[in-house]
């Protein structure tokens, strides 16, 4: 089940469009191992996913589940499926329980004085977070309760065309 694009050189930057017989050959793949995607379907794979493995489009697959009788998920059930927001706090497994969220946060607020001078000198609300393990949110409700001033964010610099007038 490989297809794959022919290699281009390196110093190629054109993007490798499959042919449609390339395609039709994966459609034709997916189709024949229907009980397999299915198996994975239920077994709670996003389409997205079973689609890029069988290089296929996502819409085009989803219709055949329906065709073959597979009942669809619905968007809430998909979005259950997704990944939780917490991600922020990387290898963490499991959720926590409120205790360990208090400690947490009480190590933090021990420390008052260090993280205000730290963000002062330019530490990242997300990378304190990361270390003491606690919501980015409540980091910086606890900066505007210490009365540290906050950084703004960087605004994004666009190229102005000068050619064009304006509006």
């Known amino acids: ?18 042919t449609y017989a390339e395609k039709a050959a994966a459609r034709d793949a997916a189709r024949a191992d229907s009980t397999r995607i299915i198996e994975r379907y239920q077994a709670r ?17 989803a219709l055949r589940l329906v065709e073959w009788g597979i009942h669809r ?6 979005h259950a499926l997704r ?3 917490g991600h922020v706090f990387r290898g963490r497994t499991k959720r926590r329980t409120t205790a360990e969220v208090r400690d947490a946060q009480a190590k933090f607020t021990a420390n008052r004085d260090d993280i205000s001078a730290r963000y002062l000198a330019g530490a990242s609300v997300t990378g304190l977070a990361r270390e003491y393990q606690v919501a980015p949110t409540w980091i910086a409700e606890r900066l505007d309760d210490w009365g ?11 190229a102005h065309d000068t050619t064009v007038p304006p509006h």
């Open 1 to 18: 089940m490989d297809v794959k694009p022919t290699p281009t050189p390196a110093h190629d930057n054109r993007v490798e469009r499959r």
């Open 45 to 61: 794979e996003p389409v997205s996913r079973i689609a890029a493995d069988y290089r296929v489009n996502p819409d085009w697959l």
């Open 148 to 158: 540290v001033p906050r950084r703004k964010r960087p605004v994004p610099t666009q």
């Open 73 to 78: 998920r619905h968007r809430h059930e998909a």
């Open 83 to 85: 990944r939780p927001a």
